[in-house]
């Protein structure tokens, strides 16, 4: 059973940053799409930034400029860079994969636990 595990989070003040990681544990092979999303109370869950096995990458344009999405292949771990953190960024964010292969099986739409980011004075 493949697992994503969050970690970075907590709270900073504006304009500060944080570094979200997100790993994949299990006996993988390859993860094609990985992405981040968030969900703030009381609203529904969206989506941050996403990046291919390739390496390719697209943003949320209120995150545009700030975030950065990178991952390490080897270690099947993806990454959330937060530059400038706004008080509108204060959400749950998790990261979130597609095609996970494995011997013998394929998983999709696999989440992680989540994890606190809180951006206030």
């Known amino acids: 059973q493949v697992q994503l595990v969050e970690s970075g989070g907590g709270l900073v003040q504006p304009g500060e940053s944080l570094r979200l990681s997100c790993a994949a544990s299990?006996?993988?092979?390859?993860?094609?799409?990985m992405d981040w999303y968030r969900q703030a109370p009381g609203k529904q869950r969206d989506l941050v930034a996403t990046?291919?096995?390739?390496?390719?990458?697209n943003y949320a344009d209120s995150v545009k400029g700030r975030f950065t999405i990178s991952r390490d292949n080897a270690k099947n771990t993806v990454y959330l860079q937060m530059n400038s953190l706004k008080p509108e960024d204060t959400a749950v964010y998790y990261c979130?994969?597609?095609?996970?292969?494995?011997?013998?099986?394929?998983?999709?739409?696999?989440w992680g636990q989540g994890t606190q980011v809180t951006v206030s004075s």
């Open positions: 299990g006996s993988i092979f390859s993860i094609d799409r």
């Open positions: 979130h994969a597609n095609a996970i292969r494995r011997l013998g099986a394929i998983d999709n739409n696999v």
């Open positions: 990046i291919a096995g390739g390496h390719s990458t």
